[in-house]
């Protein structure tokens, strides 16, 4: 959209020194009234401008239309902490997935082994793995700890997610927190759900 | 719930629903038929026996039988008949086991090509062989390779990812439909276009390999859908449309906003569907005439599946089949059009 627009600036400006050039050509070798004529190609040489100033104020509009929306968009991005509960954590990549699309806070951790924990306390997101944690504290690991959190921080998001199905489907984990997703989701639906719970 | 266990004389388990709460009443029972205060699980009274016979031992627990003599007799039948129903219990077992074991076979066999595929790009972008015997310049050498055809690495990336959709998509299928704790949907709010772009953009080197030119209209409506299951029905529709569409075409996708769906259609050159055709195209195991002629069909699942996918998700799947023939190498094209409506939310 930049280029196009720098190309149309281009374009118009080329069009307009032409044009001037022509006129002022023109009336070069019509060897009129010379100060007069300069008014009249100064004249027309600023409608060019105008046009461009018109091309690039419509375009101003729309970049800070779209810079306000990337303003706000960014501005979640930046102040949204997302965590993550997985004991792999660190064989899978999602937290630099995240991170490269903009979700600056996003951390992982291996275990929550106390609820108070200064990681769990400042996120707004948290997702956990239903394999393989919480199972210091809860007998049903991650749905047992995934409960807990969301009764402890009722206003936090808790998204379950794993690689199995959902073990226990009756399990009441599954409807008191905000979400589930399978652990080969893609980024995308990722995202969509962090933003889905912010919007 | 009546709780049962079964043993034969060499003590081992025939069958049993016993919860570990069960363990302490089933040491401890010792009559023909007795009342306990306080099952441990449901909390009531509960009528309990225990019965040995010279085939094993039979346990009951009911909580309905009222009198001592109705109960006995409901377990004296108990132990007779479940040891001749032992040879018919089998029977079902392996039956079910088959068809289960068929299931995954089927899931097994579909991944294993797809892993072939990826096997198979990944290697011949750059040679095993050669990887495996400079394994400590690896990295350097597969860094030149890539260097000096990115345009083929860029294809084998992206044909990775569309089989890693294929995969996911199997998956999905044995997950949501296969298994019998099935119907395991999760909706969330998803804007349209991205979802069909997402799985689009993997099907450019198919698209570009015939010259087809997708056009697909700016949309920002968003379904409630599940995901996954959708995505099976996008890839089996896009697969179907790179296959069985006519080359230097226009493919159009848009959207219309209705009141409560969103419908997106999806215009094409493809072959012709003839009129007997029409119905039966969306049942299972069926492929077009013409596909078969020219030796393209598939497994005949392919708009069956979209159709089963898209009506787990409470939406419509509808093909609109042209009526003009145009004939490209001897093969009937026409303009056919296909809709998925989907509910907003």
């Keep these: 959209m930049e280029n196009m627009t720098e190309y149309y600036e281009w374009i118009f400006s080329g069009v307009g020194a032409t044009i001037v050039g022509v006129i002022f050509t ?83 951790i291996k275990d929550i082994i106390n609820l108070d924990d200064p990681k769990v306390k400042e996120s707004d997101i948290i997702f956990v793995d239903i394999n393989g944690v919480g199972s210091n504290l809860f007998k049903d690991e991650g749905l047992g700890l995934a409960s807990a959190l969301k009764n402890k921080y009722n206003e936090k998001k808790i998204i379950l997610y794993s690689a199995d199905n959902k073990g226990d489907r009756f399990h009441k984990a599954l409807r008191e927190v905000d979400g589930c997703l399978s652990k080969d989701a893609e980024p995308f639906q990722f995202s969509n759900l962090i933003e889905n719970l912010l919007g | 719930m009546n709780h049962f266990k079964i043993t034969d004389n060499l003590e081992s388990s025939i069958s049993d629903n016993l919860e570990s709460d069960c363990l302490n009443c089933y040491n401890s029972c010792d009559t023909l038929g007795g ?151 999760e909706f969330t709010v998803y804007p349209f276009r991205v979802v069909l772009l997402n799985v689009l953009h993997t099907f450019f080197g198919d698209f570009t390999s015939k010259n087809i030119y997708v056009q697909v209209s700016d949309f920002y409506g968003k379904i409630l859908i599940d995901y996954e299951t959708i995505q099976v ?45 029409r119905e039966r195209i969306l049942l299972e195991g069926v492929s077009g005439v013409t596909a078969k002629k020219i030796g393209k069909q598939g497994d005949g699942i392919g708009m069956w599946r979209i159709k089963q996918m898209i009506e787990l998700n409470n939406g419509k799947f509808e093909i609109k089949c042209g009526d003009g023939i145009e004939n490209f190498r001897g093969i009937p094209f026409s303009e056919n059009t296909f809709n998925i409506e989907l509910l907003k939310n």
């Design chain 1, 26 to 108: 023109y009336f070069l070798i019509e060897r009129k009234k010379k100060n007069n004529k300069i008014k009249t190609s100064s004249k027309i040489s600023n409608g060019n401008i105008t046009i461009n100033t018109n091309v690039n104020a419509v375009s101003r509009v729309r970049e800070s239309f779209k810079e306000i929306n990337n303003k706000e968009n960014n501005k979640l991005k930046d102040i949204t902490k997302i965590l993550f509960v997985d004991d792999k954590h660190t064989d899978f990549q999602i937290v630099s997935i995240l991170k490269k699309q903009g979700w600056k806070n996003t951390k992982s």
């Design chain 2, 35 to 185: 009342v306990i205060d306080c099952c441990p699980i449901y909390k009531n009274k509960r009528r309990q026996g225990k019965i040995l016979n010279s085939k094993g031992v039979t346990f009951l627990c009911c909580e309905k039988t009222k009198t001592t003599k109705l109960f006995k007799s409901k377990l004296e039948a108990l132990s007779y008949a479940y040891y001749d129903l032992v040879i018919p219990r089998e029977q079902i077992i392996s039956e079910v086991k088959k068809s289960e074991q068929k299931k995954v076979n089927r899931l097994v066999h579909n991944l294993t090509s797809i892993n072939a595929h990826n096997i198979q790009e990944i290697y011949n972008l750059i040679p095993q062989e050669i990887l495996s015997s400079n394994w400590r310049n690896q990295i350097e050498y597969i860094q030149k390779e890539l260097d000096n055809d990115k345009y083929k690495a860029s294809m084998v990336f992206l044909r990775i990812a569309k089989h890693n959709i294929h995969m996911k998509s199997e998956f999905s299928i044995y997950r949501k439909l296969d298994r019998d704790d099935n119907a395991d949907l």
């Design chain 2, 233 to 277: 029905a996008l890839y089996h529709l896009l697969e179907n449309s790179a296959k069985y569409s006519k080359p230097d075409t226009n493919i159009l996708i848009d959207f219309k906003d209705n009141d409560k769906t969103i419908v997106m259609s999806i215009q094409m050159i493809s072959l012709h569907i003839p009129e007997n055709e």
